[in-house]
Structures are given as structure tokens and as C-alpha cells.
Nanobody
Framework: QVQLVESGGGLVQAGGSLRLSCAASGRTFSIYAMGWFRQAPGKEREFVAGISWSGGSTYYLDSVKGRFTITRDNPKNTVYLQMNNLKPEDTAVYYC?????????????????????WGQGTQVTVSS
């Protein structure tokens, strides 16, 4: 069982930056693939970024490439999402997710149905 707690959301002007953190409980964090997803009002939850258990593979939604960076610190049981040059269309609730797997393919990490554990979400609002 893994519990995930996100933090770092807030209100920011367009062009600004935020760093989201996701702290995980448990002693086996290093064998979990991690993902960030987001859900805007009236829309489905979508993949934003994913990172393999080792950190060796990362994937991004096309619209955030070059602006967002996902990293992980396994000794701290934490995954981060650095978000730069934020746009109003990035406004959403952002969720952290975990899946106990050594798989690292793009198709796998981008698929929200593969993730077994989810955080409660953190709101990100970007004003124009």
C-alpha cells in the first residue's frame, strides 16, 4: 500500500513557475513508476508526465514538452514536477500516481489505467 500526498499548487500568472511535489509513504518507492496527471473542469483526466522507477525514462504530454520537467528523489520518496512558462490552459487539478512496475515504455506510463495509487490532487490556477 502506498499513500501519495501532493503539494505545491497555487495561483500564478501566465509565464510564471510552480514546482509540485508528491511525497510517497512506504519503503519500496524506488520500484514504483510515477506519473503526473491533470483534470480540468468538464474534461477527462489526462497524462502530463511520467518517470520510470529508475528515473532513466521520462515522458511528457506534447503541450508541456520544454516547459515541464519530472524528476524523482528515491531516498526522499518524492517525485517532482517543475512547471515553467505556465499558460492559462495548464489550469487544472494535478494528481500524482504510482504503479509498482519495472516497465518503462511510453505506452505503459502514459496510460492512467495502469496506476494503482493516486493522491488527492492539488489545484493549479494560471491567470492570464
Amino acid at each position: 500500500q502506498v499513500q501519495l500526498v501532493e503539494s505545491g499548487g497555487g495561483l500564478v500568472q501566465a509565464g510564471g513557475s510552480l514546482r509540485l511535489s508528491c511525497a510517497a509513504s512506504g519503503r519500496t518507492f524506488s520500484i514504483y513508476a510515477m506519473g503526473w496527471f491533470r483534470q480540468a473542469p468538464g474534461k477527462e483526466r489526462e497524462f502530463v508526465a511520467g518517470i520510470s522507477w529508475s528515473g532513466g525514462s521520462t515522458y511528457y504530454l506534447d503541450s508541456v514538452k520544454g516547459r515541464f520537467t519530472i524528476t524523482r528523489d528515491n531516498p526522499k520518496n518524492t517525485v517532482y514536477l517543475q512547471m515553467n512558462n505556465l499558460k492559462p490552459e495548464d489550469t487544472a487539478v494535478y494528481y500524482c500516481a504510482a504503479d509498482r512496475t519495472y516497465y518503462s515504455s511510453s505506452d505503459y506510463l502514459k496510460n492512467k489505467s495502469q496506476y494503482d495509487y493516486w493522491g488527492q490532487g492539488t489545484q493549479v490556477t494560471v491567470s492570464s
